[in-house]
């Protein structure tokens, strides 16, 4: 893998016709855009409904907890293989394919409720497929987004990619727990209408898909794996985001459990969490200023070590106020984070390859979720929430640790 940071750096003086159209004229992105948007929403309606609907429908709260259990398996399972896909056959197949599926999971329960048939099974196979349709789709729609629009307009494109995850992730919850009120099928049939319109979204744009040469290249699932670490610059960058990962997630735990403690209410919880989407729809913006102002690694440990800071900052402080500010300004600086690892990882591979970089990419920062949380929770049988958040900032200070001291991300610049 070439690693010069000069590559790409031609063409500065295009003739003023081959300017491209702004982004927001540029109609192949924004119905892109438009159809993932639905996607996500559907997704975080989902995320919270299916769980609200298996709690209803059996009381037991680890029944509950076992849809984004299985749900998040599934994505992992099928991770590597649906970037392998994603290299070698025809990337828009693979795209109206993954939104069908979700769609006719989201039809088979509303369907099932309205027989009065719905299992947990069921439920719980749907949770397979929705994990797996996020692995096969995902990796295609990154790759979508670099074929309708030019190199220069990325970065743009990407910071407003984050609006839809924040935007998503801040609406979600509260509009499921409003269209459960108002009858138990309701969140399902706008999970189906959601998965209708980023199908019809992406039948309706036509965008790169594999050369005959690339699909024929050697390699097995694995190499997006074995590329990634391979590389101490991708190395680092990979190892000091999953940290972030994995603790932020713990943390989130932690929190939770001093506001129960504390007597905050269901709906002050939820206010004080929050502050994690919030903090990521005024980061979007930032994207460009954060990027021009600081160097890829200045700006990726710059965020790890404020968050060690602000992780301090409820166990010292407490309530709902501290954490949604604390969780706000640890997420100011994601957006810009997820853009970077774009730059620094994805524009840096052979397209050949990229598919499944990007999938080795979300799979082994999935990864950090499950054990953060379900570690959290065992220090949490045994400690207070308070000693947990100083515990977790003391690991990612150690995570941060050998990052900051090497050369690999201190002496990164951006790519021309």
């Known amino acids: 893998m070439s690693m010069d940071l000069g590559q790409g750096a031609v063409a500065t003086d295009r003739p003023q016709a081959e300017q491209p159209v702004p982004l927001r004229r540029n109609r192949r992105f924004q119905l892109l855009w438009g159809g993932a948007a639905s996607a996500m929403l559907g997704t975080c309606v989902a995320d919270t409904a299916y769980p609200l609907l298996l709690l209803a429908m059996t009381g037991s709260a680890s029944l509950a907890g076992a849809f984004g259990a299985v749900q998040f398996a599934s994505s992992a399972v099928f991770g590597l293989h649906g970037g392998s896909l994603a ?13 069908g599926v979700r769609l006719l999971a989201a039809l088979s329960v509303v369907a099932a409720m309205a027989l009065h048939h719905l299992t947990v099974p069921h439920t719980l196979l749907v949770a397979a497929v929705l994990g797996a349709t996020m692995a096969y789709g995902g990796p295609v729609r990154m790759l979508a987004i670099r074929s309708v629009v030019p190199p220069e307009q990325l970065r743009q494109a990407l910071a407003q990619d984050e609006l839809r995850v924040n935007g998503s992730a801040l609406l979600g919850p509260p509009l499921a727990g409003f269209l459960f009120g108002l009858g138990g099928a309701v969140p399902f049939l706008t999970t189906a209408l959601t998965s209708l319109l980023a199908l019809t979204a992406a039948g309706a744009v036509r965008f790169e898909s594999p050369t005959a040469e690339g699909r024929g290249e050697r390699g097995g699932v694995l190499d997006g794996l074995r590329h990634l670490f391979s590389a101490p610059l991708l190395r680092s960058t990979l190892l000091v ?8 997630s713990a943390m989130l735990l932690a929190v939770m459990v001093m506001l129960r403690n ?10 004080a969490l929050a502050g994690e989407a919030v ?3 005024l980061g979007a913006p930032l994207v460009t200023r954060l990027h021009r102002r600081l160097a890829p690694g200045a700006l990726l440990l710059s965020v790890g070590w404020l968050g060690v800071v602000l992780f301090l900052v409820p166990a010292a402080v407490g309530g709902p106020v501290a954490v949604f500010c604390s969780l706000a300004a640890m997420t100011l600086g994601v957006p810009s984070l997820r853009v970077m690892v774009d730059v620094l ?4 591979v052979p397209d050949e390859l990229r ?8 799979t082994v920062l999935m990864v950090g979720l499950p054990i953060g949380t379900f570690v959290s929770g065992l220090l949490l049988d045994h400690l207070a929430p308070q000693a947990v958040l100083v ?3 003391g690991v990612l200070a150690l995570g941060l640790l050998p990052a900051t001291l090497g050369r690999s991300l201190r002496g990164t610049a951006w790519p021309v």
């Open 391 to 393: 515990l977790f900032a």
């Open 355 to 362: 598919g499944r970089v990007i999938a080795a990419t979300m």
């Open 241 to 248: 985001t999953l940290a972030l990962n994995l603790t932020g």
């Open 262 to 271: 504390g007597g905050t209410s269901s709906t002050g919880t939820g206010f």
């Open 279 to 281: 903090g990521g729809l």
């Open 345 to 348: 990882i994805f524009q840096r």
């Open 87 to 99: 290299d070698r056959h025809d990337r828009c197949r693979i795209l109206l394919a993954a939104d």
